[in-house]
């Protein structure tokens, strides 16, 4: 059951995200940006989907992606305090997608290299999904970064609100580096890696970002953490209200 | 000799050989005007139309489901683009053309301003408002503005797409439980007649159909479309087990009636006074306020990368 919770946590990290900025279709600060808004959405979910497909797959008791997506309790999901933070403005946007792609991007990468030479059915298929996930995300990575340096290097307004982003968000950046026990147990079978090991390389990507941006770590580092395991915002009742309604509301019903 | 008048009938005599019209050519301002108008309003009406649709976004009752909601509205926001740069080659800006929009002064279609209540409106919409925008488009592919008929050969390969995601949407609900048929139903009442006058006033009330129709803006008239569009439907219902509202299949004339439109309503939409005008208005300018700080940045920060390129060549 190792592997199961393992992929449900990526992608329900990846749904979550996903559906934040989806919120935005229609709404972004212009055309262009709207649609790389609805485009990173569109990769998320589409992750997340092929994930919980798998999932679905080798538990074998018959659920469909759209049963652990949509029919879970809360506490059942294990997505990061990050990617269910609200939008705020799109400072607080691009730096949310800083945060995770800076973390997602490496820790694709990584588990790539463990799945190499490994034959399971099971296997095979995440390599494929994170083979062409590492594209999507290498291309967040660099659209949060750029838009983070644009708006902290670019007028007055931008760099405050992306000053008050920093404070109001780096709380929840540290998480993801935070192993538990599902994690080692994913280490020790093999694929799974060791988020710490991550660390470096994702602070060392922030620090040069910001120092581009001209924005600084604040001085409180303490970490928000507890929705890997489960426990989650206030925000994420009302995130799954809207995520579930139709599944709630008329069960066992195909779409 | 009288040069405008020789410059009108090269222009005319273009038209009349299919030679499309293109951004440099000499043409008559109430051309420009009447093609400025028509594109921004279409343009428009994809930014506006993204709104009902994304109201459901988070709602979607599967994730497959959800990812073709997204890329959907994406398209339309893609439409919008094409069409905000056909414009400009006429001579005017994005900036202006989303002032003229923020006050008023500027239409897009009306269908938007109506609701989307529940999930079969993704379908609905898809199937009527997607279906009826096709007709008209079909005809604007072979508009005679080149860049327009340019941009309007990729909506029409998308919209078409719509039209039927819009109708297997409905057609899944058709099949499904007897909430679902009554959900289905119910929201094809709703969306029918309001898709109907999307083909604009009756042709003999219709101001601007003469002039168009000579310049081949537009080919075909208001009637002659919404009757195709009816005389279509009607027969695609018929694979749902559903029904369109006051439909009747007449002997005599070969075509489907489709009983009276309210045009007073029409026109009171059109005025401003359709269930969701204030609404639509009111989240474009918002969302085009909101953004200002970011486009502002976005600028900045390109000057001044500029002006950090222009000193590195100079000390090299
Ligand atoms: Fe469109
Ligand atoms: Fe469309």
């Known amino acids: 059951m190792t592997f199961y919770d393992y992929i449900i946590r990526l992608a329900d990290n990846n749904l979550i995200l996903g559906h934040r900025l ?56 294990q997505n990061l305090l990050l990617v269910e933070q609200p939008n705020g403005d799109f400072a607080h946007t691009v730096l949310r997608q800083l945060f995770f792609a800076s973390f997602q991007l490496p820790l694709y990468q990584a588990m790539l290299q463990k799945l190499q030479g490994m034959t399971e059915e099971h296997f095979v298929t995440l390599r494929g999904i994170l083979e062409k ?6 291309y967040h990575k660099r ?17 405050s609100r992306m000053v008050t982003a920093v404070n109001e968000l780096y709380r929840y950046y540290g998480e993801a580096f935070i ?17 710490e090991e991550l660390k ?4 060392q990507y922030i620090d040069d970002i910001f120092r581009q941006a001209n924005l600084n770590i604040p001085v409180d580092t303490y970490m928000q953490r507890g929705g890997k395991q489960g426990v989650h915002s206030e925000y994420m009742g009302y995130l799954l209200s809207e995520l579930q309604y139709m599944q709630r509301a008329y069960p066992n019903a195909s779409w | 000799m009288d040069t405008t008048k020789n410059l009108e009938e090269i222009f005319q005599s273009k038209i009349d050989h299919e030679i499309k019209i293109e951004p440099k050519d000499w043409m008559p301002d109430a051309y420009r005007k009447t093609l400025i108008r028509q594109i921004s309003q279409h343009a428009h009406s994809e930014i506006v139309g993204m709104l009902p649709e994304g109201n459901w976004i988070t709602r979607t009752p599967s ?15 893609g439409h919008g683009l094409y069409l905000y740069s056909a414009a400009e080659t006429l001579g005017i800006t994005r900036d202006q053309l989303l002032d003229e929009l923020h006050t008023g002064k500027a239409k897009y279609s009306s269908i938007f301003n109506y609701p989307a209540l529940t999930w079969a409106d993704m379908g609905s919409v898809g199937w009527l408002v997607d279906g009826a925008a096709i007709m ?7 508009t005679s503005y080149g860049p327009y008929a340019r941009a309007m050969v990729r909506i029409c390969k998308e919209e078409s797409f719509h039209h039927r995601q819009g109708f297997e949407i409905l057609l899944t609900l058709s099949q499904g439980t007897e909430a679902q048929k009554k959900m289905c139903q119910e929201s094809i009442n709703r969306w029918w007649k309001p898709a109907l006058m999307m083909f604009g006033p009756p042709d003999e ?63 009171n939409v059109v005025k401003g006074n359709g269930p969701c005008n204030k609404q639509r208005l009111d989240a474009r300018i918002k969302a085009h306020e909101n953004g200002a700080w970011v486009r502002e940045a976005a600028l900045a920060f390109a000057e001044k990368q500029k002006i950090r390129q222009q000193s590195q060549v100079k000390t090299a």
């Open chain 1, 200 to 203: 470096a390389e994702a602070d």
């Open chain 2, 63 to 77: 994730l497959r489901r959800k990812v073709a909601l997204l890329a959907k509205i994406q398209d339309e926001a």
């Open chain 1, 22 to 77: 989806s919120e935005w279709c229609g709404h972004g600060p212009f055309l262009e940006q709207d649609m790389a808004m609805t485009n990173i959405s569109l990769d998320l979910i589409g992750q997340s989907r092929s994930m919980y497909a798998l999932a679905a797959e080798i538990n074998s008791k018959g659920e469909s992606e759209d049963d652990i997506a949509f029919l879970r309790l809360e506490h059942e999901y």
């Open chain 1, 143 to 159: 659209w949060s970064s750029e838009w983070v340096i644009r708006l902290g290097d670019g007028t007055a307004e931008s760099h």
């Open chain 2, 136 to 142: 008209n488009q079909v005809m604007l592919c072979r």
């Open chain 2, 205 to 267: 009330q219709s101001s601007n159909t003469e002039m168009s129709m000579k310049w081949k803006i537009k080919r075909e008239t208001n009637d002659e479309l919404r009757q195709r569009f009816v005389d279509v439907a009607a027969e695609q219902v018929k694979f749902l087990n559903m029904t369109l509202p006051d439909v009747v299949w007449n002997e005599s004339t070969g075509h489907y009636d489709f009983g009276a439109l309210d045009w007073d309503h029409f026109w």
């Open chain 1, 133 to 138: 996930a590492v594209m999507e995300v290498t």
């Open chain 1, 179 to 195: 192993s538990d026990a599902v994690d080692d147990a994913a280490v020790s079978e093999g694929y799974g890696v060791r988020p």
